[in-house]
C-alpha cells in the first residue's frame, strides 16, 4: 500500500471577511439646540410615505422608498 496522504481538517476554513458598511449615524439627521430645548431635522421627509428620510444626492434629493425625486437648484 502506498503512503496515506494525512488530510488536513476536512473542513475548509473559511476567512471571515466583515465587510466594513458606512454606518449610518441617526443624529446626523437631527440638530439638537439644547438651548432653545429643540430638536431640528436637517434632513427632509418624503412628502409621499412621510415617514423616510430623503437621500441626499449630490444634485437631487430622493426617496429610496417610493422613488420620489426632488432636484435641487442648480448653483449658478
Ligand atoms: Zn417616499
Avoid: W
Avoid at 454606518?23 to 412628502?47: G, M, S
Wanted: aromatic share 10%; net charge positive.
Amino acid at each position: 500500500m502506498g503512503k496515506k496522504r494525512k488530510k488536513g481538517p476536512s473542513k475548509t476554513k473559511e476567512k471571515k471577511v466583515k465587510r466594513k458598511r458606512p454606518v449610518i449615524k441617526l443624529y446626523q439627521f437631527y440638530k439638537a439646540d439644547y438651548k432653545k430645548n429643540t430638536v431640528e431635522r436637517t434632513k427632509k421627509f418624503c412628502p409621499r410615505c412621510e415617514s423616510n428620510f430623503l437621500a441626499q444626492h449630490s444634485n437631487r434629493i430622493s426617496c429610496g422608498q417610493c422613488g420620489y425625486t426632488e432636484y435641487l437648484k442648480a448653483a449658478a
